[in-house]
């Protein structure tokens, strides 16, 4: 096994779900005593190759050019086919994101190599390494095997423990010579702006769904999360409605998030939005209908008129 | 201006997970068929583009003969013509789906391919951009936003990411994944769907491409996952969840 992770870079900084990888391709790495290499693709990244290269890897790969400032699946794909090749890595994985499932699978066209997306788990069949993944909405999971003799994996960024440590490795600039791409122009990135912890990694976050009835309550919402240091996410309802970005979706056609503690405030839990809290290690759950789907999966609930409740537990945290 | 439109067939989202496990595994059960939804966002964005001057939708589907009924749907929406190419007891994989779409492609040269951002069954979400790496095209995937340029070469994309909105401008002919906000389907009307009935249907068999017949990907198994033990502890109000709050340590 030659095994490479692809480290990515979100906005100038590592994203955190790198962590995942990395420990996914160590456990893959230590079935047959292997080793793994790294590629962190971007533009002006010295200062971050020594916040990465610390997880034991052989060999660090570093493409750093203009044209890799922004993210675009052509060039990125294109960069880490030249390098698969290069040095004929035939295990290849990345975190699973709204990134790695739009170049992953190009790459996959690219490499001719079968793919299993947000994998949760490793197990063994006859001696081959198999993926599990969720399907269905997270309502089932499927092991799946690759046959072709590179594998690309992404990897469930919630369904990891932390990486081990080790040394550095060997940094090598690699040219991937990218060729300016006429064919997709990045033009901007509409971000709204937020102080508050990356909803995919915060330690806690407070959900609001359909309950909250407008955007005006996103208010006392977000004074719950600063009060607890968590970050804000919602269900598809709030996103339809525009009351947030929809980076702010959690869920099966959002985000996937396991933080220590969820507070699902005004949140039904339709099955959409609880495939997305899955990894959640706490759920609390605060809706004035008792029957409500999210009071079967939470840990401790309040039933309760939320715009009565959400303000005496902010005064009382 | 021809746009190729694909639709995958899918259990119903609401199906028990049971039900669907036993579906995939080929035992005979009550599970019923429907488009994929991202797929008729796909479709309604393509009859929306009537006005600009798209005059010809050709729905491609990879299916056998029993789901007609939720690919004929599409066109009874607006879309002109289907193809339906039987992968016969095949399971295929992502990638056999991708070359099977390309072979369309190929044949049919459209303006544009769109597509689903991914199918509500097996959430794979790689058809689109495999289609794209096949073909050399480029690619828009998670597109809630679109709109042409003036000669109608490239388009504009606001697409969904984990970061917010990327605004792309895309060169044509290019394969783009449909996310939810990019509009709400229409339903098919009960005149169109029996009008649908005539609409032209070509039947490919997946044997007869030229296709490499054993998938890269294959599935081992199936399981329900670990279920969240125990009831939920309910709390009488607000002070009391703070309490119960700072006993388990979950704030400070």
């Given amino acids: 096994m030659k095994i490479l992770v692809v480290a990515e870079m979100q906005l100038g900084k590592l994203k955190p779900s790198n962590r995942a990888t990395i420990r996914m391709a160590q456990d893959l790495a230590a079935q047959d005593g292997g080793s793994f290499s790294m590629v962190l693709i971007g533009h002006q990244l010295d200062d971050t190759v020594g916040e990465l290269n610390k997880y034991g890897a052989d060999t660090l790969y570093v493409i750093d050019a203009p044209p890799f400032e922004h993210y675009l699946a052509d060039t990125l794909a294109d960069a880490i086919c030249k390098l698969v090749k290069a040095q004929g890595f035939d295990r290849v994985l990345g975190g699973e994101a709204t990134t790695a499932r739009d170049y992953f699978p190009r790459l996959a066209g690219a490499l001719d190599a079968g793919m299993c997306r947000g994998v949760c788990a490793l197990t063994q069949i006859d001696g081959a390494t198999c993926y599990q993944r969720p399907v269905f909405s997270g309502m089932a999971l499927r092991t799946e095997r690759i046959h072709t003799p590179i594998h690309l994996i992404t990897v469930d960024p919630t369904a990891m423990g932390e990486p081990n440590e080790g040394g550095a490795g060997e940094v090598v600039a690699f040219d991937a010579s990218p060729q300016d791409n006429a064919n997709v122009k990045f033009v901007e990135l509409q971000r709204a702006a937020s102080e508050r912890p990356d909803l995919t990694v915060a330690d806690r976050v407070i959900g609001a769904g359909r309950g909250i009835k407008s955007a005006d309550y996103l208010d006392t919402i977000g004074k719950l999360a600063d009060k607890l240091g968590a970050a804000v996410g919602a269900t598809r309802a709030v996103v339809d409605a525009g009351w947030l970005p929809n980076e702010f979706q959690v869920g099966q056609t959002g985000k996937a998030i396991a933080p220590k503690l969820y507070i699902a405030i005004g949140i039904s839990g339709a099955v959409q939005h609880a495939a997305g809290i899955r990894g959640a290690k706490t759920i609390v759950a605060i809706n004035k209908d008792a029957e409500a789907p999210i009071f079967k999966i939470a840990d401790v609930g309040l039933v309760a008129d939320l715009f009565e409740a959400v303000p005496q537990l902010i005064e009382n945290l | ?252």
């Fill in chain 2, 1 to 252: 201006m021809k746009i190729l439109v694909t639709v995958k067939p899918v259990a119903d989202p609401n199906t028990p997970p049971a039900a669907w496990i036993d579906s995939e595994k080929g035992k005979s059960g009550s599970v019923n068929y429907v488009a994929n939804y991202f797929d008729l966002i796909a479709v309604e964005q393509a009859i929306r583009f009537k006005d600009m001057g798209v005059d010809d939708i050709c729905v491609v589907s990879v299916t056998d003969e029993s789901k007609m009924a939720q690919v004929r749907s599409a066109i009874a929406m607006g879309a002109n013509r289907a193809t339906l190419i039987d992968p016969g007891e095949r399971k295929l994989g992502a990638y056999q789906l991708a070359a099977a779409i390309a072979h369309e492609v190929k044949k049919e040269e459209p303006a544009f391919v769109l597509m689903g951002k991914q199918a509500t069954d097996d959430d794979a979400s790689q058809v689109g951009p495999i289609l794209a790496g096949i073909l050399g095209w480029p690619q828009a995937t998670f597109v809630s936003q679109i709109e042409f340029n003036d000669d109608k070469s490239r388009v504009k994309v606001g697409r969904e990411t984990d970061e917010g909105v990327e605004v792309l401008d895309v060169k044509l002919p290019a394969v783009i994944t449909c996310d939810l906000r990019l509009n709400e389907p229409r339903y098919a009307t009960l005149p169109n769907l029996i009008k649908s009935k005539k609409a032209p249907m070509e039947h490919l068999k997946f044997s007869e491409l030229g296709i490499e017949d054993s998938p890269r990907v294959t599935v081992e198994g199936y399981s329900l996952p670990e279920g969240r033990s125990g009831e939920a502890k309910m709390v009488a109000d607000a002070n009391e969840l703070a309490a119960t709050l700072k006993e388990m340590k979950l704030v400070d």
